[in-house]
């Protein structure tokens, strides 16, 4: 597979801004309320999309699909971004991307009913491996802990479980840059009723806050959402992509030593390893596994012969 047609390229894009966001969140609500911080990082991130809409003359949605953009943008933006900014205010950057890390597997279960989309055995085993290296990134030190921010972020992967779905969808009949944008705008539109109270805040805040949202709205928003819906488009199965999130928890632990001074430990590094070989299991395992198949099959048919 050419490099242009792989989904891998836009979907590490997403996770690296999507990771950056976990740390990014966290120091942006020491001065913004859950709300207002999600209606400003759209904004800026609409406001990005709106001025290459205009340069690349896209065309609007079809009167027909106008629910399924409603409804994207209502679960991926509105909701994701309300209840995802209400857990990150309560519990730390890890163990939020832990709780959200389990959109792959949620994700892969609505698509098998949903898409009639089905994993093979060692996809399974993979996000097994993941989930392990996962819990041992996480709780290995304790730093799990159980809070009412946990609600809050289980609602978030339905949410974001859902609006994968619903791109994988949409990128079926619409660029990913289309099925993006609209959807960035209809939750940025929705999200406006705290916008209010998120100018008055954002008056208040110091200048590097000012970058911090920039970051998020323009990298982690507009550019992350974008790569997202191309990787799906690119893809077989919604759960190839998703399955990447898996890589955000370890990713999310580097970034937080080095923006917001969070040490990593043995646990990082243990817990990476583990995660990384269970991600490239999940993509690449079923050339190992179907040369070890071929190979056994070649066996058994030559003892067959001989005998």
Excluded at 78 to 87: D, K, T
Excluded at 138 to 165: D, R
Excluded at 187 to 215: D, K, N, W
Aim: hydrophobic share 50%; charged share 10%.
């Amino acid at each position: 597979m050419k490099l242009k047609d792989s989904f891998h390229p836009y979907a590490i894009i997403t996770i690296f801004f999507w990771s950056l966001a976990y740390v990014l969140t966290r120091l942006t609500l020491q001065y913004f309320s859950a709300f207002s911080l999600g209606f400003l990082r759209y904004f800026i991130a609409s406001c990005t999309l709106l001025i290459v809409a205009i340069i690349t003359k896209m065309k609007p949605p079809r009167r027909a699909d106008l629910t399924w953009f409603l409804v994207s943008g209502a679960v991926g933006f509105f909701l994701y971004m309300i209840v995802f900014n209400q857990g990150q205010a309560t519990v730390t950057a890890a163990t939020a991307s832990l709780v959200i890390v389990t959109v792959p597997v949620i994700t892969a279960l609505m698509a098998s009913l949903i898409y009639r989309e089905k994993l093979r055995m060692y996809q399974w085993c993979a996000i097994l491996i993941e989930l392990i290296g996962v819990a041992v990134l996480t709780l290995m030190n304790g730093v799990f802990s159980i809070n009412k921010g946990l609600f809050w972020l289980f609602l978030a992967v339905l949410g974001l479980s859902s609006y994968n779905l619903i791109q994988r969808y949409l990128t079926k009949t619409y660029t990913a840059l289309q099925a993006s944008t609209y959807s960035i705008f209809i939750g940025t539109l929705m999200l406006a009723i705290f916008a209010p109270a998120s100018f008055r805040e954002l008056s208040g805040a110091p200048p590097i806050q000012y970058i911090y949202l920039v970051v998020l709205g323009i990298g982690s928003g507009a550019l992350a959402y974008v790569s997202w819906a191309a990787a799906f488009s690119k893809a077989k199965q919604t759960s190839q992509v998703s399955n990447y999130m898996f890589i955000t928890p370890f990713l999310t632990t580097i970034l937080g030593f080095l923006l917001a001074g969070e040490v990593p430990d043995r646990s990082t590094l243990y817990g990476g390893v583990i995660i990384l070989a269970g991600v490239y299991i999940f993509n690449f395992g079923g050339r190992l596994f179907d040369k070890t198949y071929q190979s056994e099959s070649h066996k058994q048919s030559g003892l067959r012969q001989s005998s």
